[in-house]
């Protein structure tokens, strides 16, 4: 079964105005989740490490004014797209970490979210 | 010099065809090396984990890894129409902290 959920799976909204998605893990605790975008045929792009209970880690050129990311839980991530544009308009997907005792871990995805802006 | 290279495609190829997906990377700090499936508008499956050199076989796939020559491999055997979509190779050095790195992703298509 599914690992990760993601809500919503669409999204449309007017520029200008917020909209938050959500990530969760169902399996296990994830301490670390990760947020990446994709256009359309293109690979993900890291956009920021979500860790529970601290301040999200953003990639270079990634505003964190304008995506917000809080880890609330041990199973809980939001990406919250601030004051959404056009250009803004892609597929948010989140990720999620397992880790085992001998130091290695496996990634997770959740099943995206489009968020298209008009 | 990107890190990841992979390519794009598209690759067509018959029912029943074998597949050869191919990464090449320039970091040999590269330890762990993923395999991922995408079908369109859907969050990437993990398909094939290894670890080092060598080979990994699960069902139809079969994973290669050379770190001498910095490329990996993804064999399909008997593929199907349904294997159709974008595989992505990642990988990431050893420790339990370090960023996954992603290829662009080679786009499948198995014709019925």
């Known amino acids: 079964g599914a690992v990760v959920s993601q809500h919503p799976s669409w999204v449309i909204c007017k520029s200008g105005t917020s909209v938050k998605i959500e990530c969760r893990s169902l399996?296990?605790?994830?301490?670390?989740m990760f947020w990446y975008r994709q256009f359309p045929k293109q690979s993900l792009m890291l956009m920021a490490t979500?860790?529970?209970?601290?301040?999200?880690?953003?990639e270079q050129g990634v505003e964190k004014d304008k995506f917000l990311i809080n880890h609330a839980s041990l199973t809980l991530s939001t990406l919250t797209v601030t004051s959404a544009h056009p250009e803004d308009s892609s597929f948010y997907i989140c990720?999620?970490?397992?880790?085992?005792?001998?130091?290695?871990?496996?990634?997770?995805f959740g099943p995206g979210t489009r968020l298209t802006v008009t | 010099q990107k890190e990841v290279e992979q390519d794009p495609g598209p690759l067509s190829v018959p029912e029943g065809a074998i597949v050869s997906l191919n990464c090449t990377y320039s970091?040999?700090?590269?330890?762990?090396f993923m395999w991922y499936r995408q079908y369109s508008r859907k969050g990437p499956e993990l398909l094939m984990y290894?670890?080092?050199?060598g080979n990994k076989e699960d069902g139809r796939f079969t994973a290669q890894v050379d770190k001498s020559s910095k490329y990996i491999s993804l064999f399909i055997r008997d593929s199907q129409p349904s294997d159709s979509a974008t595989y992505l190779c990642?990988?990431?050095?050893?420790?339990?902290?370090?960023?996954?790195?992603f290829g662009p992703g080679t786009s499948l298509s198995v014709i019925p």
């Open positions: 990720s999620v970490t397992r880790f085992y005792p001998v130091g290695s871990y496996e990634q997770y």
């Open positions: 399996d296990f605790q994830a301490t670390t």
């Open positions: 979500s860790n529970e209970g601290s301040k999200a880690t953003y």
């Open positions: 970091n040999s700090a590269f330890q762990y």
């Open positions: 290894t670890y080092s050199s």
């Open positions: 990642a990988m990431r050095p050893g420790t339990s902290y370090d960023k996954v790195i």
